[in-house]
């Protein structure tokens, strides 16, 4: 008979509150082991991330960490073959480094050599060594001596297995990293962002790239034991994608995604810890991209959130400068201060209600004032307001026609499009160059709604 399982039979068992104090105070050797260990891949992995990210090469990591499984298989076949049981750490992390390496050079030759731009290459080469390590992998399993018990726990990752000496290679590594970052990151973030202008100053691009590729292949060998070849990738990429949606700068960066990655594998290791048949690499992962989601909606520099937040001020900002200069245009045509809210409505597409709340807004400020139930004028400061604004318009409007070619009957809408982001520096060499002083005249006949 086939057993059936229903979600009643899954029982989850909540840690105590002293389990969950010896565990964060890591009292046990096994999970201070382990959590240190995880905590200083997700520092080095932020780190030399942050620059992968930036050089847009995520997916050649992948690539990378698929790669390794064969030279994972082949290593343990090479020790059993030399009369060893194959399970030497050193020397399955080797083989796994070794065809990393071998795995970007195929990507680099693909890419140079043929008209196959990154994406496919790193397909090519992506399937077919992984494909070959599971082939290599079912070989292994059938070979008279040598236990293969646990090769395949390279793929998923198994931290829990972890000895006081993967922990010291970890920190080790952290530190190399760190250290390395910190020494190049002048020549790493030129390579990022303008890797031209520095093969035209003489700098080794192709040496730095090839120096950034091997610390990114070191910590992904590093990472195989905790998250496995599956998911290194995305301990590498994730937390600095996450940061940087809170800044611009690439050493905020390179601090925030360090601290995102060390973050996140104390809690995958504390939450694995503490729930029994959670693994960690997996929960790690997890916890990294609940921090992309979280920097995603909520980041202080590019996040959901404040883009809309920006969006609709922006939107707040050109309606308020469209009312004032729709205003000033009727004061000019009717010569009078009270102007009609019925001829702001034909003045522009809005409706009575956005009118009003414009209107409403435009009060607050100290730019307008009621004079009836259906009349409003300038203040003092609103007169000054508009008349800047529609200075403004009229100049690009005048250097549109002028030096744009653009037909009066149509300069109108585009000049509508940038009068809302020009600065001082630009409106003073719009004077400069029209030697205009004072507001102008409209280059183009007045009246008729505007979008």
């Known amino acids: 008979m086939i057993a059936t399982h229903t979600l009643s039979d899954v029982r989850i068992t909540l840690p105590t509150w002293d389990e969950l104090l010896r565990v964060l105070l890591l009292e046990e050797y096994n999970t201070r082991v382990v959590v240190l260990g995880v905590m200083a891949l997700g520092l080095a992995s932020g780190l030399i991330g942050t620059f992968l990210v930036l050089r847009k090469r995520a997916l050649t990591a992948d690539a990378l960490s698929h790669a390794t499984l ?32 071998i795995g970007v050079l195929l990507i680099i030759a693909i890419r140079s050599t043929t008209r196959l731009k990154d994406d496919a290459a790193i397909g090519i080469v992506l399937s077919v060594l992984f494909g070959l390590g599971i082939c290599l992998l079912r070989l292994a399993t059938d070979l008279p001596s040598g236990n293969s018990a646990g090769l395949s726990g390279f793929i ?128 790690i992962v997890m916890i990294c991209g609940f921090w992309f989601l979280l920097s995603l909606v909520f980041g202080t520099d590019s996040g959901v959130l404040k883009r809309q937040v920006q969006r609709v001020r922006l939107n707040r900002k050109i309606e308020l400068q469209h009312l004032l200069r729709a205003m000033f245009e009727l004061v000019e045509e009717r010569e009078s201060e009270d102007i009609p809210m019925h001829e702001i409505l034909a003045k522009r597409s809005w409706s009575l209600s956005q009118v009003n709340a414009i209107v409403k807004r435009a009060q607050q400020l100290g730019f307008l004032n009621r004079t009836g139930n259906s009349m409003v004028r300038f203040t003092e400061l609103g007169n000054s307001e508009s008349k800047r604004m529609v200075r403004n318009h009229r100049l690009w409007e005048v250097y549109l026609i002028n030096y744009a070619d653009i037909a009066p009957s149509h300069v109108d809408r585009d000049a509508d499009m940038i009068e809302h982001v020009l600065g001082k520096e630009m409106v003073r060499q719009l004077e400069l160059l029209l030697a205009q002083d004072e507001i102008i005249d409209s280059p183009h006949p007045l009246g008729g709604s505007a979008s």
């Open 70 to 101: 064969p030279g994972i298989v082949i290593a343990f076949m090479c020790m059993v073959a030399m009369g060893g049981d194959g399970k030497s750490l050193a020397g399955l992390l080797t083989g796994a480094f070794v065809f990393g390496c």
């Open 156 to 283: 998923f990752g198994k931290a829990a297995s972890m000895i006081a000496s993967d922990t010291y290679m970890m920190v080790g590594l952290a530190l190399f990293v760190a250290i390395s970052t910190g020494l190049l990151f002048k020549e790493f973030s030129v390579l990022c962002f303008d890797a031209s202008f520095g093969s035209s100053q003489g700098w080794p691009i192709l040496l730095l790239d090839t120096v950034l590729m091997l610390l990114v292949a070191i910590v992904t060998v590093i990472a195989l034991q905790t998250v496995g070849l599956v998911l290194a990738v995305a301990l590498l990429i994730i937390p600095a994608a996450s940061s940087r949606f809170w800044t611009s700068s690439v050493k905020r960066m390179l601090i925030s995604a360090a601290i995102i990655g060390l973050l996140s594998g104390w809690l995958g290791a504390v939450v694995s810890a503490v729930i029994p048949r959670v693994p960690t690499g997996p929960i």
